[in-house]
């Protein structure tokens, strides 16, 4: 639903003011899908069994939110954004930091110097990654698991943030963050920054980005989102027409704890315009202690009723090797974690909705 509002200001005698043209926009996504895995954790992560469930977002988180745009004249114009993910099985908060505009709440000024955000918004480390994943952040078998089962939330849904977009300049686009801890006296406390590099003609794409998180900081997050790590990502994608290949590398180094590095390539492929398979694999090992690995396969069919209605299935397979304990889902209760030293194999069948 969008509207259009132009508003025009008498002030006694001072000749009408006509003011600039703005929009807001209403927007969302309903998911629903039937999950079934082979092996589900339970809080001490050892195997509680099959799961056949009604789950949340199988294929996109669920969401609504609101956007808003304002023609300031001479190429200038300011830019807003408020973002929440719910629950279509139960009606909860989900998909964000906990919050109720858990997943986006800023505003931005957008002109030809680039553009200035400022509040709580997606990384460039987590938009690399985005850009580069075969399955584009499905929330079954894929990158997003590995992700969250190593830092959760940091880096994704970044609170009191400040970020700098670039223009495309000779087909290269740059992106900075800073985000603030807010602990007075103390401004490494809950600190986070991330840059990205961007090319693209087109055709080819490759990427490259840097996160460096601190814990702590007055962030109130029920989910963390405020873990210390240092990551690293380089992606590529190529076009063929309507097929796209795609390669990751991600290295999340904890501190104190795990070393990923995760391998990670697919395809996204429209066999028709209103049929889209898309399968990736990534391998993880934690350089910590390279006994800990897993394997992620996935594969996805999507059928497009209309541009806003999609029928989709996924299967998946994840095999985690000593400590490891990588997710194949992240719709429902185990959310980001797997059993460890087994294999787990599951798939969903499901609808999503956009509006």
């Given at each position: 639903m969008k509207r259009s509002i132009f508003a025009v200001a008498l002030l006694g005698s001072v000749p009408a003011i006509s003011y600039a043209q703005s929009s807001v926009t209403l927007y969302g996504i309903v998911d629903a899908s039937?999950?079934?895995?082979?092996k589900t954790p339970n809080s001490s992560g050892q195997?509680?069994?099959k799961t056949i469930a009604l789950a949340d977002a199988g294929l996109s988180p669920s969401l609504f939110g609101i956007s808003g745009t304002e023609d300031l004249g001479g190429g200038l114009k300011t830019l807003f954004k408020i973002e929440s993910g719910f629950n279509v099985a139960n009606g909860g908060i989900n998909d964000s930091n906990g919050n109720f505009f858990g997943r986006q709440a800023w505003v931005a000024l957008d002109g030809n110097f680039g553009e200035v955000k400022a509040g709580l918004q997606f990384s460039p480390f987590v938009n690399s990654i985005w850009e580069s994943d075969a399955r584009e952040f499905a929330n079954f078998g894929d990158i997003q698991s590995i992700y969250g089962g190593s830092v959760f939330l940091t880096?994704?849904?970044?609170?009191?943030?400040?970020s700098y977009t670039s223009p495309k300049i000779a087909q290269l686009q740059?992106?900075?963050?800073?985000?603030?801890?807010?602990?007075a006296g103390n401004f490494q406390a809950g600190r986070q920054y991330a840059a990205s590099l961007k090319y693209d003609n087109g055709s080819l794409m490759?990427?490259?980005?840097?996160?460096?998180?601190?814990?702590g900081g007055t962030v109130n997050t029920p989910i963390p989102s405020t873990q210390a790590f240092i990551g690293r990502t380089l992606g590529a994608l190529y076009r063929f027409g309507t097929l796209a290949v795609k390669a990751v590398f991600v290295n999340f180094h904890v501190a104190g704890a795990a070393n990923n590095y995760v391998y990670g390539?697919?395809?996204?492929?429209?066999?028709?315009?209103?049929?889209?398979?898309?399968?990736?694999?990534?391998?993880?090992s934690d350089h910590n202690h390279t006994a800990n690995?897993?394997?992620l396969t996935a594969l996805g069919v999507e059928y497009f009723l209309s541009k806003r209605t999609t029928l989709y299935t996924q299967v998946g397979a994840v095999s985690n090797h000593g400590a490891a304990n990588t997710g194949l889902s992240v719709s429902y209760t185990g959310i980001f974690f797997g059993v460890p030293g087994t294999t787990t194999v599951g798939a969903d069948v499901g609808i999503r909705h956009a509006f």
């Amino acid at each position: 639903m969008k509207r259009s509002i132009f508003a025009v200001a008498l002030l006694g005698s001072v000749p009408a003011i006509s003011y600039a043209q703005s929009s807001v926009t209403l927007y969302g996504i309903v998911d629903a899908s039937i999950l079934y895995t082979s092996k589900t954790p339970n809080s001490s992560g050892q195997n509680a069994g099959k799961t056949i469930a009604l789950a949340d977002a199988g294929l996109s988180p669920s969401l609504f939110g609101i956007s808003g745009t304002e023609d300031l004249g001479g190429g200038l114009k300011t830019l807003f954004k408020i973002e929440s993910g719910f629950n279509v099985a139960n009606g909860g908060i989900n998909d964000s930091n906990g919050n109720f505009f858990g997943r986006q709440a800023w505003v931005a000024l957008d002109g030809n110097f680039g553009e200035v955000k400022a509040g709580l918004q997606f990384s460039p480390f987590v938009n690399s990654i985005w850009e580069s994943d075969a399955r584009e952040f499905a929330n079954f078998g894929d990158i997003q698991s590995i992700y969250g089962g190593s830092v959760f939330l940091t880096g994704v849904h970044n609170s009191n943030a400040i970020s700098y977009t670039s223009p495309k300049i000779a087909q290269l686009q740059g992106s900075v963050m800073l985000a603030l801890g807010g602990e007075a006296g103390n401004f490494q406390a809950g600190r986070q920054y991330a840059a990205s590099l961007k090319y693209d003609n087109g055709s080819l794409m490759v990427n490259a980005a840097f996160y460096d998180g601190n814990s702590g900081g007055t962030v109130n997050t029920p989910i963390p989102s405020t873990q210390a790590f240092i990551g690293r990502t380089l992606g590529a994608l190529y076009r063929f027409g309507t097929l796209a290949v795609k390669a990751v590398f991600v290295n999340f180094h904890v501190a104190g704890a795990a070393n990923n590095y995760v391998y990670g390539g697919g395809i996204d492929y429209f066999v028709l315009p209103q049929l889209n398979v898309n399968g990736a694999a990534w391998f993880t090992s934690d350089h910590n202690h390279t006994a800990n690995h897993s394997l992620l396969t996935a594969l996805g069919v999507e059928y497009f009723l209309s541009k806003r209605t999609t029928l989709y299935t996924q299967v998946g397979a994840v095999s985690n090797h000593g400590a490891a304990n990588t997710g194949l889902s992240v719709s429902y209760t185990g959310i980001f974690f797997g059993v460890p030293g087994t294999t787990t194999v599951g798939a969903d069948v499901g609808i999503r909705h956009a509006f």
